[in-house]
Nanobody
């Protein structure tokens, strides 16, 4: 089992920045690829960013590319999502997730463990 706890969400004005953190406990964190997803009211959960277990590969949704950066610190069992130039359409609950052996970083069904989510609200 892997337990994931997100933090860092909040209310920010358009153009502002937030950094989300996801702290992991349980089984070996460094053996899991990690991802961030988000879900806005009335919408489906969507992929935001992912990072390989080693941190050597990162992937982004087109909507956040150039604005968001995913990183991980395996020594601290933590993955981060730095969000810059935030826009109102970024408003959502953000979830971190851990993916074991399944292939495909964009599909939320391939992730084994999920955090409880943290709310990000961007005002215009």
């Amino acid at each position: 089992q892997v337990q994931l706890v997100e933090s860092g969400g909040g209310l920010v004005q358009s153009g502002g920045s937030l950094r989300l953190s996801c702290a992991a406990s349980g089984r070996t964190f460094s053996s899991y690829a990690m991802g961030w997803f988000r879900q806005a009211p009335g919408k489906e959960r969507e992929f935001v960013a992912a990072i390989a277990w080693s941190g050597g590969g990162t992937y982004y949704a087109d909507s956040v590319k150039g604005r968001f950066t995913i990183t991980r610190d395996n020594a601290k069992n933590t993955v981060y999502l730095q969000m810059n130039s935030l826009m109102p359409e970024d408003t959502a609950v953000y979830y971190c997730a851990a993916r074991g052996q399944r292939i495909g970083y964009k599909d939320f069904a391939n992730y084994d463990y999920w955090g409880q989510g943290t709310q990000v609200t961007v005002s215009s």
